[in-house]
Nanobody, 126 residues
Framework: QVQLVESGGGLVQTGGSLRLSCAASGLTISSYTMGWFRQAPGKEREFVAAVTWSGGRIGYRDSVKGRFTISRDNAKNTVYLQMNSLKPEDTAVYYC???????????????????WGQGTQVTVSS
């Protein structure tokens, strides 16, 4: 049974930092492209960042470039999202996801991902 469990969310002031973790079980992340998505109330789920199974390609949405960093620790079977210089518009539930396609790069369509975590809330106060 595949499980992706996010942690590390919380309440932070504008300009602060958080590190999200996504611990995987039932799959080996080194065989998957791993992504982070987010969804704010009343809005569509949107792509945040992804790293390919090989680690050779990384993608970010434009609004987080230079502030967020995705990384993976294959030995711990865990993916991270380091978020710095947080803004109120970053407030959302953040989801970890796994994509089984090895030839697809860092896909930004949430429907392309095969497995999802339950999400962790990130709230940035102004």
């Amino acid at each position: 049974q595949v499980q992706l469990v996010e942690s590390g969310g919380g309440l932070v002031q504008t300009g602060g930092s958080l590190r999200l973790s996504c611990a995987a079980s039932g799959l080996t992340i080194s065989s998957y492209t791993m992504g982070w998505f987010r969804q704010a109330p009343g809005k569509e789920r949107e792509f945040v960042a992804a790293v390919t199974w090989s680690g050779g390609r990384i993608g970010y949405r434009d609004s987080v470039k230079g502030r967020f960093t995705i990384s993976r620790d294959n030995a711990k079977n865990t993916v991270y999202l380091q978020m710095n210089s947080l803004k109120p518009e970053d407030t959302a539930v953040y989801y970890c996801a796994a994509d089984n396609c090895k030839m697809c790069g860092t896909r930004e369509n949430w429907g392309s991902y095969d497995y999802w975590g339950q999400g962790t809330q990130v709230t940035v106060s102004s």
